[in-house]
Nanobody
């Protein structure tokens, strides 16, 4: 089992940057694909980024490609989401999640996820 705790959210202005962190506990983290998905009121859940267990493969939704970067540090059991050029439409609760395979992570099929961190971008 994996426990995930997100941090780093907040209220920023359009164009600003934030870095979200996700601390994982549990012995399977380094073998797991990871992802970030977001949920905004009235909108469907969206997978914004995913990363393979060793970081060799990454995926980004079209809506964030070129602005967001996912990375991981297996030695620290942590995955990150660097968000640059934030837009008001990026406002959502962001969740860190864990999956058995990279393909499942890309497809939004997760086994565990955290409690989420709010990101609010004002115009």
């Amino acid at each position: 089992q994996v426990q995930l705790v997100e941090s780093g959210g907040g209220l920023v202005q359009a164009g600003d940057s934030l870095r979200l962190s996700c601390a994982a506990s549990g012995r399977t983290f380094s073998n797991s694909a990871m992802g970030w998905f977001r949920q905004a009121p009235g909108k469907e859940r969206e997978v914004v980024a995913a990363i393979s267990w060793n970081g060799d493969y990454t995926y980004y939704a079209d809506s964030v490609a070129g602005r967001f970067t996912i990375s991981r540090d297996n030695a620290k059991n942590t995955v990150y989401l660097q968000m640059n050029g934030l837009k008001p439409e990026d406002t959502a609760v962001y969740y860190c999640a864990c999956s058995g395979t990279y393909q499942r992570a890309r497809g939004g099929r997760y086994d565990y996820w955290g409690q989420g961190t709010q990101v609010t971008v004002s115009s």
